[in-house]
């Protein structure tokens, strides 16, 4: 693998904050950070269009200056940028391939309306197995550089009821070298035979939270183990989903959700909650792709 953190540039405000972000990342991960801008320049319907204009320029323009930036801001920092031809999708993800992670920008709307993930951050959610991590223009919770005393705390949201190892693995492992709490969410349903009735019945209710909540602690039993110094809180409550983990993260440094690694005959899925937490989550997401 070649280890390094791939950016997605494209001179918005929220490209700009990913390059931020993923430079962080990438100091505290200790690996190196590639700016990747992607164009595709291929005419629609074959057409013949002028060379002349001076889009090459203002790539190259836009890639020198944000490396320079980054390397002025992070000392430590290696930085490296490309110009691609191609479809953004194709290219982010062919790039990516062997990369560590991939950080791409969402431009947002409002605190009511959510944000905006555009079709190429999607394809490439969809497309790649690496780690996707979307930041929102004028997010303030990069990463800490130094790896430890991390101000805010992540956010990950599981289903034990299918394995999660890869989903698991991430957040603990970043919760480590952040040096911050972990919080685990999860979230169930009553179950249907149980009916209206007893899902008012207090006995039968405080007894599912507790099965749940026993079978969340024993999931993540083997991670607390091999990982004994990070701050682990966990809780499995009745609830949505999505909407849990968007309002348990929204003053967290990464929200982190899963997305099963499946194919159908309409392409892949990255699956409804982790689909609504990419849109309304006011954190940082990332995205693991597991089987």
């Known amino acids: 693998m070649n280890d390094l953190i791939i950016v997605g540039l494209d001179g918005s405000p ?48 836009l890639l020198s200056e944000t490396a320079d930036h980054l390397r002025t801001r992070y000392n430590e920092l290696e930085v490296s940028a490309e110009s691609c031809v191609g479809k953004p ?51 303030e919770s990069a990463p800490p550089t130094s790896g430890r005393l991390a101000s805010r705390d992540l956010v990950v949201g599981v289903d034990i009821s299918r394995p999660c190892d890869a989903l698991l693995a991430f957040a603990f492992d970043e919760a480590a070298r952040r040096g911050c709490a972990l919080h685990v969410l999860h979230s169930w349903s009553l179950p249907p035979l149980f009916g209206y009735g007893a899902a008012y ?19 993540l039993s083997p991670w607390r183990a091999a ?17 849990d983990l968007v309002g348990s993260s929204s003053d967290a440094a990464l ?28 954190a940082p997401v990332a995205v693991i792709a597991h089987a």
């Open 14 to 61: 929220a490209s700009d904050a990913a390059a931020h972000w993923g430079a962080r990342e990438a100091l505290l991960r200790k690996l190196p950070l590639r700016l990747v801008h992607a164009v595709d320049r291929r005419p629609p319907f074959a057409l013949p269009v002028p060379t002349t204009d001076s889009h090459p320029m203002r790539v190259q323009a």
């Open 227 to 243: 990982h004994p110094a990070v701050d682990v809180t966990s809780r499995a409550s009745v609830g949505h989903a999505a909407t």
């Open 89 to 139: 999708a194709d290219v982010l993800r062919d790039t990516a391939a062997n990369a560590h992670m991939i950080v791409l920008g969402a431009r947002g709307l409002s605190s009511v309306t959510g944000y905006v993930l555009g079709s190429v951050a999607m394809a490439v959610i969809r497309a790649t197995v690496r780690p996707v991590v979307m930041v929102r223009a004028g997010d």
């Open 255 to 282: 929200a982190i959700v899963g997305r099963r690694i499946r194919r159908s005959a309409v392409g892949s899925h990255i699956g409804p909650v982790t689909h609504a937490v990419l849109h309304h989550s006011r």
């Open 201 to 219: 019945d207090p006995r039968v209710h405080a007894q599912l939270e507790l099965d749940a909540n026993a079978a969340l602690a024993d999931a």
